[in-house]
């Protein structure tokens, strides 16, 4: 098994309008970013070396999608005539031509910056803040609302003090 997962058509989570699939897009990668990160620090990958393989799998997503552009000059419609191609080709040339310029920027962030260290480490901070949260909510409703209605002594209120961490307290 390689891991390579081959579309058998359009995923229903995502959107059918470009703008906001492209948004879906780039949420889902700045997660992939941000886990990629996270695992790279567990394995103790230094963040400065982190950044520069992130920068470079970013640079070369761009790359990609800049060949396949580029495979499109010379792709128009011959029955729209010579003026339509032109522009097709003078488009591809253009979009080809940004898409360098966005694999150059993403491969500029190489270097050191930590900025994918330091976006990590505001993330790790929010998540653990509103997983505290979570806990605090948590604790309050089992102590308010499930407990009182638990008899002592049973598996239920056991169940609920170990969920606590109280053990056999109560």
Request: hydrophobic content about 40%.
């Amino acid at each position: 098994m390689t891991g390579h997962h081959e579309s058998t058509g359009p995923d229903p989570a995502l959107s059918s309008d470009s703008v906001r699939r492209a948004s879906q897009y780039q949420t889902a990668g700045t997660n992939a970013r941000l886990r990629v990160f996270a695992l790279l620090q567990a394995q103790g990958v230094p963040a400065s070396e982190a950044d520069d393989l992130v920068a470079a799998l970013e640079a070369g997503a761009v790359a990609g999608a800049q060949s396949e552009v580029v495979e499109l000059e010379g792709m128009a419609s011959r029955s729209r005539g010579p003026v339509f191609e032109d522009g097709w080709d003078d488009g591809v040339r253009a979009v080809s031509e940004a898409l360098v310029g966005i694999a150059d920027r993403d491969w500029s962030r190489r270097g050191g910056r930590y900025t994918g260290a330091a976006e990590l480490a505001v993330h790790i901070a929010d998540v653990r803040q509103r997983e505290r949260a979570d806990l605090v909510r948590l604790e309050s409703f089992v102590r308010e609302r499930v407990l009182p209605r638990t008899h002592p002594h049973t598996t239920e209120r056991r169940r609920a003090l170990e969920a606590l961490g109280a053990g056999g307290a109560g």
